[in-house]
């Protein structure tokens, strides 16, 4: 039982870590900073989630648990900034570039369909190593796109948080019963007794 449920832990955090490679790649090409350090933390998470599970080390485990809650809070923003809930603007605000640059999703300029028109001459306010460019003809914008990927990973979250939660809960009660049936930590180990068959005598000494 506990080796099933080890395994489709597995096979939720190899599904994760591919999405989140995909997604890095696109990232990367987009100079999205901010997203590709999440991505980077969020890889090294699942390998070590990865780790607890194979070796039942329930702490790992339960860290990859915890981050998962911070992932999807992560991506919950990702979604909101795209969809510019509240205050937030994908096409003025730079937080997803530290602010040191003006670059934006990757898929605004290649997502499907989408033809890009040079400007010229380009404004004065454009910083002279960027080009002015207007982009139309979209099957699909590119924030439904970004925010399609985040929603990805929230339901990989969602799963792989259950799955973490069920294997601690399995490997915890697995060393409680050990313990209970008199494993070697509860109680200290002792070995065979060996019986001398020899009768002793009394000796007696004369003076």
């Known amino acids: 039982m506990f080796e099933a449920l080890a395994k489709v832990e597995d096979e939720s955090s190899w599904q994760s870590m591919?999405?989140?490679?995909?997604r890095q790649i696109f990232d990367f090409l987009g100079y999205q900073w901010a997203p590709i350090l999440a991505n980077f933390i969020h890889i090294i998470i699942v390998i070590l989630g990865l780790f607890g599970t194979i070796q039942y080390r329930p702490r790992y485990i339960t860290g990859y648990a915890v981050w998962l809650v911070?992932?999807?809070?992560?991506?919950?923003?990702?979604?909101?900034f795209y969809l510019e809930a509240g205050d937030l603007s994908k096409e003025t605000d730079l937080i997803l570039t530290f602010n040191i640059?003006?670059?934006r999703s990757w898929w605004m300029e290649n997502g499907p369909g989408c033809t890009v028109t040079s400007v010229t001459p380009a404004p004065d306010w454009a910083p002279e190593d960027h080009r002015y460019i207007t982009v139309s003809g979209c099957f699909l914008?590119?924030?439904?796109?970004?925010?399609?990927?985040?929603?990805?990973?929230?339901?990989?979250?969602?799963?792989?948080?259950?799955?973490?939660?069920?294997?601690?809960?399995?490997?915890?009660?697995?060393?409680?019963?050990?313990?209970?049936?008199?494993?070697?930590?509860?109680?200290?180990?002792?070995?065979?007794?060996?019986t001398s068959h020899l009768q002793l005598q009394p000796m007696y000494m004369s003076k």
């Open 18 to 22: 591919v999405s989140v490679l995909e």
């Open 101 to 103: 640059s003006m670059h």
């Open 141 to 194: 914008e590119y924030q439904y796109i970004e925010v399609a990927h985040s929603s990805l990973q929230i339901f990989l979250a969602l799963a792989g948080f259950i799955y973490a939660c069920y294997v601690v809960k399995c490997i915890t009660e697995e060393e409680d019963s050990f313990d209970f049936i008199g494993g070697f930590d509860s109680y200290g180990y002792q070995g065979p007794q060996k």
């Open 70 to 80: 911070l992932w999807v809070t992560w991506n919950v923003f990702v979604i909101c």
